[in-house]
């Protein structure tokens, strides 16, 4: 049996790697989580002199690379295979969920829909579900915290619980919505139901001990050095929040297959996308269907689950009802704009809306299979030929995707050119700075840099961004040496006095120690005002400037110098009438 549960994983596993690879590129998101467990597995478990976001992922992602950059190090594949690692305990974990107490066909049913949503996502799932960075990881967690927790009894597995949530808040506050807030709410339902406070006192209590606990824990390792977390993000309008709501609606339908968004559907076609509206249509009945029974269960005192009564069941049923709403939730007061890169949000509520769909559909099937009418023989025939071929339409679609060419991941590309000209060390824009360092291998080591503007001189504006200028190569030039821009571009942006300083999030002042020989940023995407303009003010005029793909590569006559603390600094503006290097030939090292 463990032979044939480790030969299934090693197959998930690889399909869930392969749908990633096909679904996306990889990203500095991605790509800095990797960072973070390499630096664990040097020695630094604080990230001592590290700046990251809110959500640091320090207990929860990093540690999986920890692992991951011991065995292999830093390689470009672990930005997909390490997601797809977790997604497989996911699944694990949810097939556990779903077809616990089940037997025999019913626990086949439960099991079967865990894996079909899941296991075998479209294009647009694929994204977000095998995506590191994204909180799925901490999704990972708050199952762990369910499924410990799901008795409501103390012992050792409210402890492991209590750990569950103490790493997933060390980590990732995403945790208070996915985990956290669901246990305190089905604590309290727990109560109603069973109309005394001692039937939730220990599903209530793990995430009040846990809060506090962590809160204890983050302030000692600040004492001992650990890494600092930067502000949160701004919140959406009023107006954005309430119209989040149809957009998460529609978007929860695209994450479970049907339809596209600016993502596409990959090489699926149309109708195979038709066919996710059965699982749609599954999650949100079992998902209306747990509401019904919380609610009566609450009001009236009953024990009762959606599909049948299963003794205790309830318990887990109310966590992962309460998580999948809270998920939702999460999505509406934090999305900024309808945009699709927000259904991050979402993707915990697919899981547990999905593996609360399994355990409905299995006690359904359970109740079919323990009927003695003659139609029932005939329903559940039909039923199970009928799940079958949405499986495989499922697995269809996936493999059309898979197929696919792999999308061009213009950082590899940088990367050849970069250590063929002995490029070594640079500074970049935040999304082309730590991607290019994970495609190297390490090999080539380029950290984030961000715009600051430190003087608005004269009238007009209000907002210094509003004088930037985005400073593109010229028409007509192709990879290789790019032509300098003259006259506009750079007297306007004397109106502005910038200077390009660390990027204050997922870096680490230790990046910053030595000079770096050039700068690269996405011209045709410029982020954080990396410009060459804003490069000219900070390091004067480049003697090479190179166009590869999307990318500018600039370098200068000397090494450049940008503090772990405060504003960049370099060499000062070369003089007039400095020639250009060879073009075959890098910049002095160090």
């Not at 590129?25 to 002199?49: I, N, R, T, Y």
């Not at 830093?74 to 974990?93: D, E, S, T, Y």
């Not at 090494?559 to 000062?572: E, F, I, M, R, T």
Request: with cysteine; charged share 10%; proline share 5%.
């Amino acid at each position: 049996m463990l032979a044939a549960w480790s030969v299934g994983a090693a197959c998930l596993l690889a399909i869930l790697y392969l749908a990633a690879v096909h679904a996306y590129p990889g990203d500095s998101d991605s790509a800095s989580v990797v960072l973070e467990g390499q630096a664990m597995a040097h020695g630094h478990l604080l990230l001592h002199g590290w700046q990251l976001s809110l959500d640091s992922f320090w207990t929860v992602d990093a540690p999986f690379y920890l692992v991951a950059t011991i065995i292999t190090g830093v390689r470009g594949a672990l930005i997909f295979a390490v997601p797809a690692a977790v997604c497989v305990l996911i699944i694990g974990v949810g097939i556990f969920m779903a077809a616990e107490k089940r037997r025999g066909a019913a626990a086949v049913a439960a099991g079967a829909v865990v894996i079909a949503i899941l296991g075998l996502p479209g294009h647009v799932l694929s994204v977000f579900f095998v995506h590191a960075g994204w909180h799925v990881t901490t999704a990972l967690f708050a199952l762990v915290a369910f499924l410990v927790l799901r008795k409501g009894l103390f012992g050792w597995a409210w402890f492991v619980g209590l750990l569950a949530l103490i790493a997933g808040m060390l980590g990732d506050l995403m945790i208070i919505p996915l985990a956290v807030a669901p246990l305190l709410g089905a604590g309290l339902v727990a109560m109603m139901r069973t109309r005394s406070w001692r039937g939730g006192l220990p599903t209530v209590s793990a995430p009040i001990v846990a809060t506090v606990a962590a809160i204890l824990l983050r302030k000692g390792a600040v004492a001992l050095g650990a890494f600092s977390t930067g502000k949160a993000n701004r919140r959406p309008p009023l107006a954005q929040v309430v119209s989040n709501i149809g957009h998460g609606l529609h978007q929860g339908v695209i994450l479970l297959g049907v339809g596209s968004s600016y993502l596409g559907l990959g090489g699926e076609p149309s109708l195979l996308s038709l066919v996710h509206v059965i699982a749609v249509v599954v999650v949100f009945i079992a998902v209306a269907a747990a509401v019904g029974s919380l609610l009566l269960g609450a009001l009236r005192g009953r024990q009762s689950v959606a599909g049948g009564d299963s003794g205790d069941a309830w318990r887990l049923d109310d966590m992962l009802l309460i998580a999948s709403a809270a998920s939702f939730v999460t999505f509406v007061l934090l999305a900024l704009a309808p945009d699709m890169k927000y259904s991050r949000y979402l993707t915990g509520g697919v899981i547990f809306g999905t593996i609360l769909a399994g355990r409905v559909v299995g006690r359904l099937v359970e109740r079919l299979r323990a009927s003695r009418a003659h139609r029932a023989g005939w329903a559940r025939r039909a039923i199970a030929a009928f799940g079958a071929a949405i499986v495989l339409c499922f697995a269809a679609g996936l493999i059309v995707n898979i197929s696919q060419p792999v999308p061009a991941q213009p950082a590899v590309k940088l990367t050849g050119f970069l250590e063929a000209h002995h490029l070594t060390r640079g500074i970049g824009d935040y999304w082309s700075a730590s991607i290019v360092t994970v495609a190297s291998r390490g090999h080539v080591k380029v950290r984030p840099v961000i715009s600051s503007f430190l003087q608005v001189p004269g009238p007009g504006s209000s907002h210094p961004a509003a004088h930037a200028t985005v400073s593109r190569p010229a028409r007509g030039a192709r990879s290789g040496r790019a032509p300098r821009r003259s006259g506009g571009a750079r007297s306007a942006v004397q109106a502005v006095n910038v200077r390009l300083v660390r990027y204050g999030r997922e870096s680490a002042d230790g990046w910053y120690t030595k000079p770096f020989q050039f700068l690269v940023y996405n011209y045709r995407g410029p982020w954080g005002d990396v410009t060459s303009s804003s490069a000219d003010v900070t390091f004067g005029e480049p003697v090479h400037v190179y166009l590869v793909g999307p990318y500018q590569v600039m370098v200068w006559p000397r090494d450049l110098v940008v503090p772990a603390h405060g504003a960049a600094s370099g060499g000062s503006r070369p003089a007039r009438g400095l020639t250009a290097r060879h073009a075959g030939h890098g910049p002095r090292g160090s």
